[in-house]
């Protein structure tokens, strides 16, 4: 279902059982996700530099405490008039809004789900930090411009040159210490956006709304991040 978007008419035909058997079994992973999400969406380990740091001079010492990165994404959601509103976003459709953090193997270490679309990145990160989203002292995630630049989150320079086309084939190389540093910053920040496009390449039921109710719809991308990271635990691809 959830790596192929299968309607229940789908797996019926696939798996030659009744609808209402999938209807029983499918609420209940639903019911598990949180369980399953507490298991294997984990903190990264905090006791020395990720080799990926820690082994490149252009990372190492000035990334040292970096623990991963942090980013949003919006995922469609079918919801009724009454309470479409704060689902609405910004582009005018329905999603809910989900934040994820990834260490640099592109591991998933937490998730947020559920918050309207009509929220921004800066105020799910903030409940996030809320309801057990935990940074150490001294460590920090890097994040982009959507975010406040604080002690546990790093964002890029402003008003300089930060995304890495920016920097592609045939453009000038850094030219000053904020476009190195933002250059830099990009590279390692690239993993989050490297995890969420896997993570919806992976599974298609994240590009569309379901018939699933809503407190069934907000859980599914935890499910997703639950299996990517089991796939990787066995080394998996990325595809």
Known sequence: MVSHNASYEDLQLEFQHSGQTFHEYINEFFNIIPLLASRFLKPPSIDEPHPRISTDP????YFQNCLGAIDGSHVPITA????AAPF??????????????CDFDLRITFISCGWEGSATDARVLQSAMMTGFRVPEGKFYLVDGGYANTQSFLA?????????KEFGHGRARPQNHMELFNHRHA???????RSLGILKKRFPILHVGTLHTIENQVKLPAAAAVLHNIIKMHNGDET
């Open 80 to 83: 009724t008039p009454g309470i």
């Open 156 to 164: 890029p320079y402003r008003g300089v040159r930060y995304h890495l």
């Open 58 to 61: 252009r990372f190492y010492p």
């Open 88 to 101: 609405r976003n910004r582009k005018g459709t329905l999603s809910h809004n989900i934040m994820i953090a």
């Open 187 to 193: 590279i390692l920040r690239n993993h989050v956006e």
